[in-house]
């Protein structure tokens, strides 16, 4: 570490040996390297975990993904320029790297790279998706989505359902194992009171949790809508809100019921109710964004979520007190974070230090961030504020 | 050190009182000498103190008579203002006097110097320094091509913008003014990128005066957006633009220190030409201080075979303050936003001492 003449940041802890850690979050950034971070210590931890090639140009991660989310071992990295790292958080090493192939070679770039079943879902910019397989780089089913495309998403509860969408390129849901080339749902643009064209530009969509026919979508020109491919009202969203006036960038389900955080190009971050249609609203805002915000995790056990984006800082925010928690400059433009299945032990373990550097760090970094009074009581996941005083009136 | 500093301040606050106590018994025969002989040019014995300068002021504002009053108060001021003077020479003699024991000289605590320390601060650890070295600006640091910029301003401006936009001409060298001729900034870049050009400046118009600054580098960005103010032409500073020569100047970035910080100090020296002419002896300057950026141009000479150096300066002078940075070229639409402090001024602004650049 000496030897690259390395000066020790502030706030980030680097050790020489790092094997006693855990990493719980995991983090991709434009010049193309995966950052490990591990959260619950005095003073959070990161580490580079790519190694930097001084002969090459960098190529920019766009996205992260666990091959298995049940099991959540191995980390897919996909680069802009197509190559697919898998990343082995147990060995702490890339096991793999390939360049997805594909019969007709364009130098459109990667949107999108999953895993199911030993196969990869590979979603291009130029509206192909291909069902890849790493082993013998064939693909089996193929599929053409349209141009500009943004993002391709598959339902946690249904692996085989995938949504996607992009610029002038509306929600479209697909069923690999359905036997056609044709999207089994496509949606309805939203009408315009002088019957003009609305532009299209779905940035980012989610299936809601435990749902396969609840999808939400953050637009691009700054609108939050859900789809609800059961009912009956002409394949139009259910909901269409304007979030903001500027773009929505990322979208991400909570383990509240039915509460997705919305993410926007200006930092504006915020908790959206999206039980009651016609009834929607945002509950919360989040503070402490300097800029566009291109990824959000919420965790399903814990009322935590990590957020990163182009200002280079990863965050942690409570959902339940609603506040923020820890502030770590990671020095790249970030793309991607994804968290690990015992992002609550490791938390829990070390609470008391989680408690201890709130007051240490986060208060001068973050500015009015309220001192939470039982730690404990939140980290196990107690009843939102809110609720709280609702029952009391009640009683 | 707190120790050393307060012992200091002790003997300071001694000296003063044996010192008033000297111009007490002195002070009543100065006074009736002058008036006795009433002679203006009579020997002062002591010079005036903080003391003398209170009391006046307590005499002049007590005065009923407002003119009076006012050429009181600008007595006392005067009186002030001496008194000060006396302590500096009374330092500077006791200094002199003691030599190399002198105590060391106190440095006045700003708002910089007590700067509340940003995470984002540059550290120079490696990959950060990758990240800096391969953003937008690296094919200017390699010298792959040379900078070609278009200037233009809002539509129809005023007098001063217009000889604003073109002094800029004469100070960034390769750099063409257009008008506006109602070309949106899209189609403006468009249009730029087939020309060859890299960057390109507009110049808006608030209350009739040169207000704001976009500074878009081309062919991918970043957009940076300035507050534009205090813009002093050549003609305000009393200098000629003939002055301003042809040749190629120096760029000096000054007291940049964060991320955001090293990024606009980078995409200021990618206006100018990689290399200077030094016979023109041309120097601009861009100086950042409490997140304001001072931009200044001067030509300098030296004396003394090298030991001093003489400024001069050129003209025009401006103030910028950042507001927001844009990854891409121009889009107010559907752009993302690196950073940005529109309508959250007071949530990114919460202290004095918290600066951004």
């Known amino acids: 570490m000496e030897c690259n003449g390395v000066n020790m940041a502030p706030e980030i802890m680097k050790r020489e040996d790092s094997s006693d850690t855990n990493f719980n979050v995991y983090v991709g950034s434009e010049t193309g390297f995966l ?114 495309l943004s993002c391709v998403k598959s339902c946690p509860q249904d692996s085989s359902l995938f949504v996607t969408g992009g610029k002038e390129n509306d929600v479209k849901i697909w069923k690999l194992d359905s036997g056609t080339t044709e999207p089994i749902w496509k949606a309805r643009n939203v009408p315009h009171v002088l019957e003009l064209r609305v532009p299209v530009w779905v940035q980012d969509a989610a299936f809601l949790p435990q749902t396969t026919d609840l999808v939400a979508i953050a637009s691009r020109y700054g609108q939050l809508r859900l789809y609800d491919t059961k009912m009956d009202n002409r394949n139009r969203p259910v909901i269409n809100m304007e979030f903001s006036d500027h773009p929505a960038m990322c979208i991400s389900p909570t383990r509240n019921d039915r509460q997705v955080i919305v993410g926007s190009a200006q930092g504006k971050v915020g908790l959206v109710d999206i039980r009651n249609y016609g009834k929607e609203k945002v509950v919360h805002l989040f503070h402490g964004f300097n800029g566009s915000v291109r990824s959000i995790v919420a965790d399903e056990n814990t009322p935590y979520f990590v957020s990163c984006g182009l200002d280079r800082f990863l965050y942690l925010h409570n959902l339940n007190n609603r ?14 974070v994804q968290i690990t299945k015992d992002f609550l032990a490791q938390l829990v373990n070390n609470s008391d230090d989680l408690q201890s550097s709130w007051h240490n760090i986060d208060m001068s970094v973050l500015p009015g961030a309220p001192v939470p009074t039982n730690a404990e009581r939140e980290l196990i996941g107690g009843p939102s504020p809110k609720k709280f005083r609702k029952s009391k009136v009640t009683s | 050190m707190s120790d050393s500093d307060s012992e200091l301040e002790y003997e300071e606050v001694g000296d003063e009182g044996e010192e008033e106590e000297e111009e007490e018994e002195e002070k009543p025969k100065v006074a009736t000498i002058i008036k006795g002989k009433r002679v203006l040019s009579a020997p002062v014995s002591a010079a005036p103190t903080k003391e003398d300068y209170l009391g006046l002021m307590a005499k002049a504002n007590k005065e009923p008579n407002r003119f009076k009053k006012r050429m009181d108060i600008a007595r006392a001021k005067k009186m002030k203002q001496k008194a000060k003077k006396a302590e500096q020479k009374r330092k500077r003699e006791e200094a002199e006097a003691l030599g190399e024991d002198a105590p060391p000289k106190q440095v006045p605590n700003t708002l910089e110097s007590l700067r509340e320390p940003d995470p984002t601060e540059i550290s120079g650890e490696m990959y950060e320094m990758v990240d800096i070295f391969h953003d937008e600006f690296a094919p200017y640091f390699d010298q792959s091509y040379f900078p070609k910029i278009v200037i233009t301003s809002s539509q129809n401006p005023n007098l001063k ?53 976009l500074l878009c580098h081309l062919p991918e960005g970043p957009t940076f957006f300035f507050k534009l103010s205090n813009v002093k032409l050549t003609k305000h500073i009393k200098r000629d633009w003939k002055e301003i020569t042809s040749h190629r100047p120096e760029v000096i970035t000054t007291n940049f220190k964060t991320r955001a910080g090293v990024m606009i100090g980078r995409m200021f020296c990618s206006l100018f030409h990689q290399v200077p002419q030094f016979t023109g002896r041309r120097v601009v300057t861009f100086h950042n201080q409490r997140d304001y950026i001072f931009f200044r141009h001067h030509r300098y000479e030296f004396k003394k075979n090298g030991e001093k150096a003489a400024l001069r300066e050129l003209g025009p002078r401006f103030t910028l303050k950042l507001k927001s940075i844009q990854k891409g070229t121009f889009d107010s639409k559907t752009g993302e936003y690196e950073w940005i402090i529109t309508n959250k001024r007071h949530k990114m602004e919460s202290s004095r001492r918290r600066f951004h650049l």
């Not at chain 1, 959070?44 to 766009?62: A, C, G, N, Q, T």
């Not at chain 1, 506040?323 to 991607?336: A, H, I």
């Open chain 1, 35 to 148: 950052k490990g971070i591990c959260f619950g210590l005095e003073t959070p931890m990161m580490k580079e975990l790519s190694d930097y090639d001084k002969s090459k140009k960098p190529v920019p991660i766009k996205t992260l993904s666990w091959t298995d989310p049940n099991n959540r071992k191995d980390l897919l990295v996909g680069l802009i320029d197509r190559t697919v790292k898998v990343y082995n958080t147990k060995l702490r090493a890339f096991t793999q790297e390939k360049r997805v192939q594909l019969s007709d070679e364009g130098e459109s770039q990667l949107v999108s790279l999953s895993q199911l079943d030993d196969k990869y879902l590979v979603g291009l910019e130029n509206g192909k998706i291909s069902y890849w397989n790493p082993a013998d780089s064939k693909s089996t089913i193929e599929l053409k989505a349209g141009n500009h």
């Open chain 1, 323 to 336: 506040s923020p928690v820890k502030k770590l400059f990671l020095k790249s433009r970030l793309t991607g």
């Open chain 2, 161 to 213: 913008t217009r000889l604003f936009m073109k002094e800029l001409e004469r100070v960034i060298p390769n750099s063409e003014v257009f008008l506006r001729r109602n070309s949106t900034i899209k189609k403006m870049v468009k249009q730029c990128k087939e020309k060859g050009y890299t960057d390109i400046i507009v110049i808006n118009e608030h209350q009739k005066e040169p207000g704001s600054l």
